[in-house]
């Protein structure tokens, strides 16, 4: 069973976002996933959908979203208006009533799609009714395999002008999901970075963004001097079985597809 993982669109309707072309990159995305990954039952998005969340970014976006072959499963950002979000993309009928967060299955295989914007801040939080949700959903699996996915990582990932702005209760979270070991992946966004690794045991990958990549921690850099790396963006196929879990970044077109030559 495949799925696809997108992160970070940061769509705008119209104009750049720190040079790039959101919509010349998403439609990339999708022509890509179209032709080579039709076949996938699913395709995450883990937050910041939008750039800024107003009503015509989402109908626009939609517009892209509606040309890809499986149905889309969005979840929040710190970009993102919950609202608004809800108001114009469709979703499963398992969403909590005040928050995008639900599980949707695939077979004998869950996905915990959480909500972790903290509207107004850039750091995420999981409050206790979206904690005692988990908690309720991952118990009533009974050992079956779940997937989390969510915005804003848990854990730290030693890039110090990213880190401060994660989950503000990701320890709680980490606490909760290493006490069900049927927890296969942790997915995050948020930091347009590839990293992977495990956290109280639970193995995790954050994602590159489709529009825009953050640099490597090192040269060190800040926010006064902050530039989009020269690298090209990529989504992620994940294929599940009954023999694991494969994740396999793919990039998708070129750093160059929407970068005037100098
Ligand atoms: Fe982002």
Known sequence: MKLIWMSDLHFEAEGLVLGHNPRLRLQAAVDFIAEH??????????????????????????????????PVLPMTGNHDDRAVLRAVLPLPG?????????????GDLSIMCLDTLNPGAAAGALCAERMGWLK????????????VAMHHPPMTLGLPMLDPDNLQNGAALLTLLAEHPNVLH??????????SGTARSVPFTTAKSVLYQA???RPEWDWSSFLPAAEAPALTVLDYS?????????????HGLDVPAA
Do not use: W
């Open 186 to 195: 942790l997915l995050a966004g948020h930091v347009h970075r590839p990293c």
């Open 215 to 217: 640099p490597a921690p």
């Open 136 to 147: 309720a959903e991952l118990g009533a699996l009974n050992g079956r395999p779940a997937i």
């Open 94 to 106: 398992t969403a909590m009533p005040d928050f995008i967060q639900y599980r949707t299955d695939f």
């Open 242 to 254: 009954a023999d694991g879990l494969t994740l396999q970044q793919c990039q998708f077109c070129d």
């Open 37 to 70: 990954h039709s076949d996938a039952a699913g395709c995450l998005i883990t937050g910041d959908l939008v750039e800024t969340g107003s009503v015509q970014n989402y109908q626009a976006l939609k517009g892209f979203l509606d040309g890809l072959p499986m």
